[in-house]
Structure formats: structure tokens, C-alpha cells
């Protein structure tokens, strides 16, 4: 047996750093993680281990090791692995923290764009030191299926090389459901935003995962841009779409990756955090300040905007619903509203 498994890495790996006129530093690294990734790859475990390798002098890339599910989805070897990968890869899609509250934004690129632009994504994983992307392929059969890659890169200096060392997990499901609630129109056409029925549907589980005892809180928040009506007397309507859609965007960089910000309809939006009243108040907070700290500029016309926000923490509801936490954060929203605007109500 033990024979056995050693012949399986052998098929599962390539020589070309181990053979190759290479540092002993980066030898060792690699046979280490070789042996590391084989012992989980014979697990079966989900998720399939690779060592990807690229030099800078001639910009090939190569996989020192990869799981035997990786090569059985393209019937080849770990030496053809390269190519046959990259030739099926349909889209690419890079994902980009901008702020360590600001969450992730989505970028994706085609196969075409891809192409343009392959070296200058491996210069820039190389100096993030990690990759994180998700790739849609196309199998030789004709289906498609999604692949998540996350790794981390480290560089030899002397050996002038980089090595991405990650696995990929089958995301297939996760994506396929991401872009049929996109198809099927449960995301806001003006905003880009989750809809009221994405709230609807993420406020029955977390008021479920809060009964099982999965989470101890969440809140919720309702938010209503102030004197909105004014915006489009005064400016115009596509000032008014402006206005929607630039505040979406503000408010998504301010929230947390777990948090959810969603148009609820016409000027009014929501937000679902986890955690008690007191993360609820300051994500609020941190909202209202960054809408009333943003420039609003649409055709060289300054338009002033501000929010006002009412929210519930679950905990404060007995048995909570949906309807009930919709009824005291509306309360608290008209109480900000009465109290000048422009302000957080997260009390009686």
C-alpha cells in the first residue's frame, strides 16, 4: 500500500523543481509541500490541493502537484495540466478588498481579457502574496462547472519564481444560484443591490438560525434618504437615479463582509447585521456619516444627501418576525425623521 501511494504522488507530481538546477531552499519547500498536499489529496477530503509554479524569465506557468481530481476533470497529466486548464477556463472572476471594512468587489474578466492580461495578474498575485479568484470551466464532456482558488504565493528570489501554493473547491452550486437570482430579477436593476425579496428571504434565517441558537443577535435597519422628494423637483429625475445608485455604492463600502445592505424600495434601503444593538448602532453610524461626508455631484450641480436610519436588534422582539422587526425599526425610522434627520434611532 504504501508502495502504492507513493507511485500515485509520482503520477500526481512533476520533477521540473526537484530535478531541476534550482535552490535548495526551494527544493525542500516544494518536496515538503508535495507531501503535505498528497497526504490530504489521499483523504479524499473536498477540496483538491495544487502547487503551481512560474518563472519571470520566460512567464510559464507549470503545476508541480495536483490533486488527482484536478487532472481527472481533464483526462491528463500533471504536465499537460497548464494548458488544458487554462484553455477551459471561460471567465476568471478577481475578487478586491478596497477597505478593511469596505467588504469585496467582483471583477470579471473573459477569456479574451484574460489572455491580455495573464502576466500582469501573475506580477500582481505574486506581490499580494495571495490569490483568490473563481474560475468558470468548461469540462471536455460540454458541461461547466466553477472552481474556487485560494493560495498563497511565495517568491524565490534567487531561483527568480513563484509558487502558488492552494486548492480549489467545487462552487458550482453557490454560482449557479448566484446568477439565477441575478436572471430572475431578485437584484435591483438601479442599485445593483440585493431586492426586498432577498430581505424577506434573509430575515427568515437569521430569525431561524436565532432560534436554533446558531447566532445570539442580529439587527435590522431601515434607512430613508432625507428629503428625497426635493432631489427630483429641484434637479430632475436622473439626478434622483444618480442619487439611489451613488448611495448604494457608499453604503456597500461601509459595511462589514457579513453584513447585508439591500434596497428595500423607492428611497428606502436595509440592512441586516450580525451582532447586538450596540453593532447594529455603529454600523448605522457609520453609514450616516460616510452619506453625509460624500460629495453627491451630478451634471456639476452639489446635491446634498443624508439618511436617516431606524433599527431593532432581534433580542429586543419577543418572538421576533419579520413583521415585527419591520414595525419597530419603521418606528424608530419615523422617530429620526421627527427628531431633525440626518440621525441613528435604535430606541424607544
Known amino acids: 500500500m504504501a508502495q502504492q501511494n507513493r507511485d500515485a504522488t509520482k503520477s500526481q507530481a512533476s520533477s521540473r523543481i526537484l530535478e531541476g538546477e534550482y535552490s535548495q531552499a526551494l527544493k525542500k519547500r516544494v518536496a515538503e509541500v508535495i507531501a503535505a498536499f498528497a497526504g490530504f489529496d489521499h483523504t479524499r477530503a473536498p477540496g483538491i490541493p495544487y502547487i503551481s509554479a512560474w518563472s519571470r524569465n520566460d512567464n510559464i506557468i507549470w503545476y508541480e502537484f495536483a490533486g488527482r481530481e484536478f487532472t481527472g476533470l481533464f483526462n491528463c497529466g500533471v504536465e499537460e495540466l497548464a494548458g488544458a486548464f487554462r484553455t477551459a477556463v471561460v471567465d476568471h472572476r478577481v475578487f478586491h478588498s478596497t477597505e ?3 467588504g469585496i468587489q467582483e471583477t470579471v474578466l473573459t477569456r479574451q481579457e484574460l489572455a491580455s492580461i495573464r502576466s500582469g495578474l501573475r506580477a500582481e498575485v505574486a506581490q499580494s502574496g495571495m490569490v483568490e479568484a473563481v474560475y468558470r470551466v468548461a469540462l471536455p464532456g460540454g458541461s461547466h462547472i466553477w472552481l474556487k482558488d485560494r493560495a498563497r504565493v511565495e517568491t524565490y528570489e534567487e531561483d527568480a519564481l513563484s509558487l502558488s501554493l492552494g486548492y480549489l473547491t467545487d462552487v458550482t452550486n453557490e454560482m449557479v444560484h448566484k446568477d439565477l437570482l441575478e436572471k430572475i430579477g431578485y437584484f435591483d436593476h438601479l442599485t445593483n443591490l440585493p431586492n426586498r425579496m432577498i430581505m424577506e428571504r434573509s430575515l427568515e434565517l437569521k430569525i431561524a438560525e436565532l432560534s436554533r441558537g446558531h447566532i445570539r443577535d442580529f439587527t435590522f435597519l431601515i434607512m430613508d434618504l432625507d428629503k428625497f422628494k426635493n432631489v427630483n423637483d429641484t434637479y430632475g429625475h436622473q439626478a434622483g437615479d444618480y442619487v439611489l445608485a451613488a448611495t448604494a455604492e457608499v453604503m456597500t463600502m ?13 428611497e428606502e434601503f436595509y440592512g441586516i447585521a450580525l451582532g447586538g444593538i450596540e453593532i447594529g448602532r455603529d454600523f448605522a453610524e457609520r453609514l450616516r456619516q ?18 436617516s436610519i431606524g433599527l431593532v436588534a432581534a433580542s429586543e422582539v419577543e418572538k421576533p418576525t419579520m413583521e415585527k422587526l419591520l414595525a ?11 427628531g431633525g434627520r440626518n440621525r441613528v434611532v435604535w430606541e424607544d
Open 100 to 102: 478593511v471594512e469596505a
Open 254 to 266: 461601509g459595511k462589514r463582509r457579513e453584513d447585508e445592505i439591500g434596497r428595500f424600495g423607492g
Open 290 to 307: 460616510r452619506v453625509e461626508a460624500t460629495p453627491f455631484v451630478f451634471d456639476l450641480q452639489k446635491i446634498d444627501v443624508t439618511v
Open 328 to 338: 419597530r425599526a419603521d418606528k424608530r425610522l419615523y422617530r429620526a425623521k421627527e
